[in-house]
């Protein structure tokens, strides 16, 4: 009989990368790459321009299937999994994108409300969390601005609210500190590691900024791969 193949601990852990490959018009993107999140860690992956960082989050999502390996998170295996799953599985994780994504039509109260309209949660509640949500990236006095009417690192706080007001399981922050000068970019990471601390959410991080490694952290580590790195911290 062949051996059993060990199944993967998705109680400890919250997303697990196995061995995965995968390329676009025969150029290799990623190649066998295996990490793991531990439940309740933020861990950034580090890599340069191009190197798959987005793709990784989208194979996290199962918008976009690996060519080879595969990929578990919060204890599903999402290279299996039907688009109607995936749909539920969405739902509890909080993305963060790259340059925000905010909607410009949209005032601040409406972009990070947007999900919980969408579960037509009462009005009253919704304003509530949202408020709760601001505060929390401390931006709850531009509750009635536009997106064009703040800064970039403004933005990006906002990005964080209207990720984190679904109280996801596991957050995802796309290159969080991309295009930000040095100081905005470590208030950015501040909040990111007050986030972790207060909630202790698993996430995700994945950037281009080495300097994220040097944030204080009780139990910073880092390890290199060959094209990604990845240093993880732990609430303590
Ligand atoms: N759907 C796709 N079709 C074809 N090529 C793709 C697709 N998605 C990504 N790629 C290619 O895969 C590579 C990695 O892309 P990805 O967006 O993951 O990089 P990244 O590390 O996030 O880059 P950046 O730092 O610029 O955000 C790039 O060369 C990109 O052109
Ligand atoms: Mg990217």
Redesign the pocket.
């Known amino acids: 009989m062949p051996p059993e193949t060990p199944s993967p601990d998705t109680v400890h852990k919250a997303i697990i990368f196995d061995d995965v490959s995968i390329g676009?018009?025969d150029?290799s993107?990623l190649d066998g790459v295996s990490f793991d999140l531990k439940r309740g860690e933020t861990k950034a992956l580090l890599?340069?321009?191009?190197?798959?960082?987005?793709?990784?989050l989208?194979i996290c999502l199962g918008l976009?299937k690996p060519d080879r390996g595969h990929v578990y998170v919060l204890g599903h295996d999402v290279t299996t999994m039907s688009e109607e799953e995936l749909f539920d599985l969405r739902n509890k994780i909080g993305i963060v994108f790259?340059e925000s994504a905010l909607f410009d039509s949209l005032t601040v109260r409406d972009n990070v409300a947007f999900r919980l309209m969408e579960e037509k949660l009462p009005e009253v509640e919704i304003e509530q969390r949202v408020r709760e949500a601001l505060s929390f990236v401390e931006m709850e006095e531009a509750i009635d601005k536009l997106p064009s009417e703040l800064s970039g690192g403004m933005r990006r706080r906002v990005g964080i609210a209207r990720a984190i007001i679904t109280q996801p399981e596991a957050l995802l922050y796309?290159?969080p500190t991309?295009g930000l000068d040095p100081i905005t970019s470590t208030t950015i990471i501040e909040l990111i590691m007050k986030q972790r601390d207060v909630y202790k959410t698993s996430a995700l991080l994945?950037s281009?900024w080495p300097a994220i490694i040097l944030i204080p952290s009780p139990s910073t580590c880092s390890r290199w791969m060959a094209r990604l790195s990845e240093t993880s911290t732990q609430a303590s």
């Open positions: 676009f018009e150029i993107v890599g340069v321009a191009g190197s798959g960082k987005s793709t990784i989208k976009v790259q796309d290159s991309g994945v281009h």
